[in-house]
């Protein structure tokens, strides 16, 4: 797929769909970019303190609001860029129709829609952040990976749902490489060594001999007489410093590949629970209530109560949510309106990304079978919180980040595809999927573009989509025309056995 075509209708697609529910940030929005640590180390405090100074110099609250709406104005566009720049990488990196198809059935998809309306919340902050940690790890930069995630609980602790089980991912996947490469790599060298010892003749004894073979042209480093003029250390504290190192590095060592991958997961956690301890210790959080609460009202703009409502959000302990929040997650989770808006598209999605790695070794079903888990996962939230629109576009997300992921592990694989995705061929571009794979992939992609495109989506504050008639012309004149573009687009027929 070298014609630029499809970058335009992925842009156009994306373009046409955010204009079904754009809208400029809400005051429950705008309120959270007010609050900062100026009352305390409370939860999502990170971006409100990095504001202040800036605010701190406006004359009014009308430049104010105007600062918050131009900030979030740039994170939406920056999430939009880098979202369809990973569409690109994904098509680049798989060079099939079907790679360009589920872009597609993304950009056009609820979350889509939701993301356009949700400008100015944090979730945009957290999708980015997921990004970059995931870039970093796929580069091997993890602990800047770790950073950048642990940074993104103090923005919102939703990113220990969304953006650390994606990281732990890659993580997982490359610890399994790194676990075969060895063994592979021991069994190639006893397999020479073997052969090279098959080829040797059998050494003449050297007991009594009192000299080594001629042949050996040298005697062995073992017998070099050792130079006394290099000074030992023999220093205390060097010592007891190179003994503490040689023992982390031999318990770090004897540690398993998988969980030494998995452990630099516990700083977010701890993290969110610093938090957690430090709103456990509050005395008095109504004073703490109030306190934000009139700082909050210092801005006109943040109307109908929510200078109230924000601070008794952020300062309502998580067990509070869990208690009052449990009881509806059964209906939230069974809504058939979302399961029709949702469903379809992770099938399609997952199901993409598991042929870029399909074998049937049993090691390698576990990471298949975990991205179905990862998907679900930010369900949980319903748990604790009642944003039923919302919560429901996460695992559309989460999924297209495991496809994404998926194309670039495969696109780092060696030879043996064993670093996640399938053996790129000699031009560079990966096997096609079986007929089956195929087959799910086209057809769950038109019942959830199809859905999507005709139909609407539920937005927050019981709004709904209000697309017009020329929107969804252009969102079906877009689809048809790449699908007629793909029918026409020469590919090499190669399919998965």
Known sequence: MRDKWWIFALVLAGAATAARAYRVPNDWAEAHWLIGYQSGF?????????LQPFLRRLESPAAAESVIQTCALIVSVLLA????WCCVRIVRQVQRPE????????????????????????????????????????????????????VGVFVHETILLLGLPLFLYVRMIQGMAVRTSRAAGTATALSGTATALSGTPMLSPLVGSGSFPASAG?????????????????SPASMLTSLLTSLAASLWARL????????????????????????????????????????????TFVEGGRSAYVPHDFLTPFADFLSKQSGSFGSRI??????????????????????????????????????????????????????????????????FLLMWVRAELGARAPESGTAGGNTPDEDGSFRGPS???????????ALASGAQVLGSTPLMDGEVDPANAWVRFVQVAIIVASVVGLATTRQPQRETR
């Not at 409370?42 to 990095?50: E, H, N, W």
């Not at 860029?81 to 369809?84: C, G, M, N, R, S």
């Not at 005697?219 to 023999?234: E, H, K, N, Q, R």
Request: net charge positive.
């Open 334 to 399: 069974s809504d058939p309106g979302s399961w029709l808006r949702t469903v379809p598209t992770v099938i399609c999605l997952l199901t993409f990304a598991v042929t870029l790695r399909r074998t049937s070794a049993p090691s390698q079903r576990i990471p298949t079978l975990s991205m179905a888990v990862l998907a679900a996962l930010p369900l949980s939230l319903f748990l604790i919180a009642w944003d039923l629109s919302r919560i429901w576009t996460y695992p559309i997300i989460v999924a």
């Open 435 to 445: 007929r089956t794979h195929r087959v799910l992939i086209w057809s769950t992609g």
């Open 42 to 50: 409370i939860k999502r405090g990170l971006v409100g303190t990095l």
């Open 99 to 150: 790679a360009l198809w589920v872009c597609l059935v993304f950009v056009t998809s609820s979350y889509w829609v939701m993301a356009a309306h949700l400008n100015g919340y944090f979730d945009h902050i957290l999708i980015l952040l997921t990004i970059a940690a995931a870039a970093a790890a796929l580069r091997g930069w993890s602990w800047l990976g770790v950073g950048l995630l642990t």
């Open 81 to 84: 860029v880098t979202l369809l």
């Open 256 to 299: 398993p590949t998988t969980l030494r991958a998995l452990l630099p997961a516990v700083f977010p956690l701890l993290a969110f629970a610093g938090i957690a301890a430090y709103h456990a210790t509050l005395e008095d959080p109504n004073e703490l209530k109030m306190a934000l609460h009139l700082h909050i009202r210092e801005f």
């Open 218 to 234: 040298v005697a062995p480093d073992c017998l070099a007489p050792t130079s006394l003029t290099t000074p030992l250390s023999t």
